[in-house]
């Protein structure tokens, strides 16, 4: 089993919907939860992070993160053409020295 | 603040040459790792290192990879020789600390190898 396993799409959804990106994690004792997106030929970039259950918003993305069952959420609400990337689950802490990440889930925002 | 350097953007070489690559971490980072990303995969760890220490290279292919972080600033990934499995997007990052606010990676080198 796979540390942090996450729906890896392809995903197209028309622009203004809301898009809910979703991964598990096997690793209880990880203690915080980031969201990196990748463009095309660029590295990632961090979008958002948290350290606890519960949800975090930053303008129209919520992150959420339910510890007792392991799973981590993403939600982009009006979704424009521009959030067409691949995003990227990721999670440590505890003994884990480094990030471990998600396989990534490509999402194409359609105009 | 500038960002964290990589280069070359690209690589193509034949199958058992050698090949490196260069970063250099934003300035005041302790800590940096370099990443393999395979199309369609997420970032795979290859080595930790805390300033010019090696914190984690268990999931370094030691027979063909080797890494170096000279002086705790500029690190070089080398692979010799390399495989056509080698194709990939290596990723280096840096962090302040231990990562725990995230990393900032660089926009890494693809290699191809023929």
């Known amino acids: 089993q796979k540390e942090v396993e996450q729906d890896p799409g392809p995903l197209s959804v028309p622009e203004g919907a809301i898009v809910s990106l979703n991964c598990t994690y096997s690793?209880?004792?990880?203690?915080?939860f980031m969201w990196y997106r990748q463009y095309s030929r660029k590295g990632p970039e961090l979008l958002m992070y948290?350290?606890?259950?519960g949800n975090k918003e930053d303008g129209r993305f919520t992150a959420q993160v339910d510890k007792s069952s392991k799973y981590i959420s993403l939600f982009i609400r009006d979704s424009q053409p521009s959030d067409s990337a691949t995003y990227l689950c990721?999670?440590?802490?505890?003994?884990?020295?480094?990030?471990?990440f998600g396989s990534g889930t490509q999402l194409t925002v359609l105009p | 603040e500038a960002g964290v350097a990589q280069s070359p953007r690209y690589k193509i070489i034949e199958k058992r040459q050698s090949v490196a690559f260069w970063c250099n971490p934003i300035?005041?980072?302790?800590?940096l790792y370099w990443y393999q990303q395979i199309l369609g995969q997420g970032p795979k760890l290859l080595i930790q290192?805390?300033?010019?220490?090696?914190?984690?290279d268990s999931q370094l292919p030691k027979d063909r990879f080797s890494a170096e972080r000279l002086k705790g600033v500029d690190s070089t990934l080398k692979i010799q020789p390399a495989k056509l499995e080698d194709s990939a997007v290596y990723l280096c990052?840096?962090?302040?600390?231990?990562?725990?606010?995230?990393?900032?990676f660089g926009s890494g080198t693809r290699l191809t190898v023929v």
């Open positions: 990052a840096s962090s302040f600390s231990q990562g725990e606010n995230g990393y900032t």
């Open positions: 690793n209880s004792a990880f203690q915080y």
């Open positions: 948290t350290y606890s259950s």
């Open positions: 990721a999670t440590g802490g505890g003994s884990a020295r480094q990030l471990t």
């Open positions: 300035s005041g980072h302790a800590t």
């Open positions: 290192f805390q300033n010019n220490g090696v914190v984690d």
